[in-house]
């Protein structure tokens, strides 16, 4: 292949590339912002997660037979390896009740003692927020409940500008508001929904959040998803076209024994440069895009974009093998001449 058609060939790649790896890019960043967004719904907890809401039940509950059914409760997350999180629906204190044994949240301190520790309820106050700066300052906090201990200052999780501090679960009773539970096990949340209502409660709303269903009900992912088929799909018609346009070349080449492989091989190592180049140039354009249009200063050259990069420049490798296989083992002109 002379300097000329080589030229030519790596420009058409490139531009094709730069479309692909843009919605590539886009898709990437769709689905990162989505699963950021369900890590706030969450508190950054992993796996299948259920919130249930709890409101006041009409059912009469003695303190007693409350205190008992939460202590179970508190036993039953325990032995499932299961954890808690509790938050209020706005009319309670800002704060996160936790109970996590073994550690899943990834932003709440990792204590044992403190996990297993349910006569004391132990602080965290929220970094920035007034109540830091209260304590900070006075040693005081007055939107802390009393009898708790305050054993230091964390980074909040995301979505949580409305709350405070957290604190460990402990034997007060606990407030109507959203519990949510990294499991979606029907037999455990009926059992924790059981225990819940020998508490006082009633479920308003009980709301599984399995990944791939939040994934496919977010507009933002699909939309992405569906642009980059057809930005695919226009590609592969192009790149089909172009090389039925080369099947003489590619059947005297046939002619003189060179295997269908053979040719795929040459014409990739060829086109390598234009698919490379095309598939970084669109990495960086999507991101540039995205920072203008959000007015938010997203780092240029992060993971993210190395990874939009290389997944872009797999798809359009595959996608050009693909198609120079096809029409050099179909096209009829390629395999009379051979």
Known sequence: MNTNKWFLLNLRLALSSVLLS????????????????????TFGLTGEITVLTMINGP??????????????LIDYIDKQSLSLVYSSLGDGRPE??????????????????ESTDLT?????????????????????????????????VIDSPSATDDYQYARTINLDPLPPGNYTINTSDPDQVKHILNLFYQMGFVPQVSKEIPLFTYFINNPFVVITVIFLVMGLLCVVLDWFLYNQERAREFGIRRRYGALPTTLVRENLLFGIAGLLIGSAIGGIMSKLLIAEVSHTDIPLFNLQTFASIAISFIIVILTWSLILYVVIKTNKEVNVDA
């Open 120 to 152: 004391t309820s132990h602080v965290y106050l929220f970094r920035g927020t007034y109540t830091e700066k209260q304590w900070s300052n006075s040693g005081t906090a007055s939107l802390l409940p009393k009898e708790v201990e305050i054993s230091g």
């Open 96 to 113: 996160i009740i936790v109970y996590d044994p073994h550690g899943s949240l990834p932003w709440f301190p990792k204590d044992s003692d």
């Open 22 to 41: 843009m919605l590539t890019s886009f898709m990437v960043q769709a689905f990162q912002w989505t699963l950021e967004s369900r890590q706030e719904i």
């Open 59 to 72: 059912q009469e509950v003695t303190k007693t037979e409350a205190s008992s059914a939460q202590s179970m």
